[in-house]
């Protein structure tokens, strides 16, 4: 699995050029790019910036030597690259298990081109087939929101802390709920209709953003366009 990881995370250098601003995911996966970019830029001296998605993609990306910058300091993002938790035929994902899911929207939206890099294990026929839906929260609305959620036949559990007690804090101070649907017919009405909440700071599904897919096989890396 560590080796397909290393292999698309390899792959999306090819999307990298010089003078490029570059969107820096979340996650074990981007974490194997945020190194070898940082070797790049170091080969290749390019100039370079990287756009963090959290605390955990910022202190990699300073420590592999890639300078970084924050979205107010920019007019364009040219890629992003960040992992998914899954991915269905439409190239619609799920992602926040790394809770950092409202800060990769941000920055992921407005991306040119959004680069996922994933394993074969990520590819659903459907979305919520394997993964709840992370939702970011105010920490006041958790409970009132859990409740709202079952009107969408979802059942809400408050994620906790490993190595912290009580629930886990995003980076903006927030909460996430772990929302397990019965059913999402459709992901990008559902992914609006969430954020409707009111409380409801961001949801992990992320419709129609991706514009490449990289795939890890067995067989090599896969390349879904849409
Ligand atoms: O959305 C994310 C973090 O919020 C991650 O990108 C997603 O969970 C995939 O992570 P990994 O590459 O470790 O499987």
């Known amino acids: 699995m560590e080796e397909l990881k290393k292999a698309v995370a390899k792959e999306a250098l090819s999307f990298v050029d010089d003078d490029m601003v570059i969107g820096l995911g979340t996650g074990s996966t981007t974490a194997y790019f945020i190194k070898l970019l940082g070797e790049l830029i170091r080969e ?5 910036y990287g ?4 605390h955990q993609s910022r202190l990699l990306a300073i420590e592999s030597g890639i300078p970084v ?8 993002i040219d890629i992003a690259v960040d992992g998914a938790d899954e991915v269905d035929p439409n190239l ?3 992602k926040g298990r790394g809770a950092a899911l409202t800060m990769e929207k941000i920055i992921e939206y407005r991306a040119g081109t959004f680069i996922v890099l994933v394993d074969e294990s990520k590819l659903v026929e459907r979305l919520g087939e394997k993964m ?3 939702i970011e929260v105010i920490p006041a609305a958790w409970r009132a929101i ?4 079952e009107v969408f036949n979802a059942k809400a559990e408050l994620r906790m802390g490993v190595k912290k007690d009580g629930p886990v804090i995003t980076d903006n101070g927030n909460f996430i709920l772990d929302a397990k649907f019965e059913r999402i017919e459709d992901p990008l009405d559902m992914e609006i209709e969430l954020n409707t909440i009111p409380g409801v700071v ?8 991706a514009d490449v897919v990289l795939v890890g096989t067995r ?7 849409r």
């Open 132 to 134: 709840p839906v992370p």
């Open 51 to 54: 756009i963090p998605t959290s």
């Open 69 to 76: 910058i924050s979205l107010d300091e920019t007019d364009a």
């Open 202 to 209: 961001e949801n992990g599904i992320f419709a129609d953003i």
């Open 219 to 225: 067989d090599g890396v896969k390349k879904l366009e």
């Open 44 to 48: 290749e001296e390019l100039e370079v």
């Open 146 to 149: 859990a409740e709202e959620l």
């Open 92 to 94: 619609n994902l799920i």
